[in-house]
């Protein structure tokens, strides 16, 4: 499974992100797409995750209501963030993995980060 991430940037607080994930590969291995971040000095935690046919999402408790994760037909999965805040800054790693835990707790795929950055 190859994930590429793209979207990220510097955006005032309030502003609004979109980033992509393009994936390749099995697509069993990629059942479950998902987000995380990581800031300076701390873990990488959980942003967001969509199962393949889109039907179910999940989110983390800091982002629900500001983000949407989304998949299309080209194989690409969408993280739209809103309401940005300076605390959202992070680099923002796309994710895949072929369970629901998976996919929030231990992924078995990884893209490259992509850098958010929110000025207050």
């Known amino acids: 499974v190859q994930l590429q991430a793209s979207g990220g940037g510097l955006v005032q607080a309030g502003g609004s992100l979109r980033l992509s994930c393009a994936a390749s590969?099995?697509?069993?291995?990629?059942?479950?797409m998902g987000w995380f971040r990581q800031a300076p000095g701390q873990e990488r935690d959980f942003v967001a995750a969509?199962?393949?046919?889109?039907?179910?999402t999940y989110y983390a408790d800091s982002v629900k209501g500001r983000s949407t994760i989304t998949i299309d037909n080209s194989n690409t999965v969408w993280l739209q963030m809103n309401s940005l805040k300076p605390e959202d800054t992070a680099v923002y790693y796309c994710?895949?993995?072929?369970?629901?835990?998976?996919?929030?707790?231990?992924?078995?795929?990884w893209g490259q980060g992509t850098q958010v950055t929110v000025s207050s």
């Open positions: 994710a895949a993995d072929s369970t629901l835990r998976g996919v929030r707790e231990r992924p078995g795929y």
């Open positions: 590969g099995p697509t069993f291995s990629r059942a479950f």
């Open positions: 969509i199962n393949w046919g889109g039907e179910m």
